[in-house]
């Protein structure tokens, strides 16, 4: 019998993903990456933007970077683009991280989400997010 719960399927969508730690996802975006924050609007209020990040709500998140959705972002137009989900800890990112590899795309998410990235002392974005609907 498999285990159930919130953290038998947290263990589940992590056992697919090579997670970056926010320096590494730093790099990555540096390199070509995309960035997807899902984090709602308060939370960024709070936290801040990310430079270079994309905001889609995580419940449109597949619709947007699957390439062959008709709604699709011009993003998401290469599958093999690595694309790093970003939350506020880094639980619901490895969802979507999962989600998004089951559609075949090349995603992975953040270690410790938005608080590690400011934890590490890496930069934040002044001015008007990216917000994607």
């Known amino acids: 019998m498999t285990a159930t719960g919130v953290d038998a399927l947290l263990a589940r969508a992590r056992a697919g993903l090579d997670r970056l730690t926010p320096h590494a996802a730093y790099e990555a975006v540096q390199a070509g ?10 939370q960024r ?3 801040g933007d990310l430079p270079g990040a994309l905001v889609i ?3 449109v998140l597949e619709w947007r970077l699957d390439p062959s959705s008709r709604w699709r972002i011009p993003e998401a137009d290469d599958p093999t683009r690595l694309v790093v ?3 506020r800890q880094g639980y619901s ?3 979507a991280a999962a989600s998004l590899r089951e559609l075949g795309l090349d995603a ?3 270690v410790g989400g938005v608080e590690a990235w400011l934890d590490a ?3 934040t974005h002044e001015g008007p997010a990216d ?3």
């Open 33 to 42: 990456a995309l960035l997807v924050d899902t984090r709602t609007a308060a």
């Open 45 to 47: 209020e709070r936290q």
């Open 57 to 59: 709500d995580r419940t």
């Open 85 to 87: 989900v970003v939350c």
């Open 93 to 95: 990112s490895s969802l």
């Open 108 to 110: 992975t998410d953040v």
């Open 121 to 123: 002392g890496l930069p």
């Open 131 to 133: 917000v994607r609907e």
